[in-house]
């Protein structure tokens, strides 16, 4: 199984910025996806942003023009760049990761959730 914490939640007042990371770790051969996910109270758990093994990114309408997702092969690790906070944008956000293990065996794991909190 792949390990994922994640860091980076908080506080922020609207406008402002945050940067989350997601680190993986495990036998891991190669990740072939990474994106990041958030729940709000009430609201159905979205899909915010994605990133493939090949660079491709998308994002949920929402974020368009604000978020940025980008990754570190090397260390195995993804960060969602997020500004012009919005009040809209509270929730608790997850990580996801899709690799291949040295053995040749498919995972998907999820990261712990980090709390985003944008209010004066």
Known sequence: QVQLVESGGGLVQPGGSL???????????SIYFMGWHRQAPGKQRELVAAIS??????YADSVKGRFTISRDNAKNTVYLQMNSL???DTAVYYCN????????????????GTQVTVSS
């Not at 989350?20 to 770790?25: F, I, K, R, T, V």
């Not at 093994?53 to 998308?58: K, L």
């Not at 899709?98 to 040749?104: F, L, N, Q, T, V």
């Open 53 to 58: 093994s090949g660079g491709t990114t998308g």
């Open 97 to 112: 990761v899709k690799s291949i293990m040295e053995r040749g065996r498919r995972d998907e794991s999820w990261g712990q």
């Open 19 to 29: 940067r989350l990371s997601c680190a993986a770790s495990g036998s891991i051969f």
């Open 86 to 88: 919005k009040p809209e």
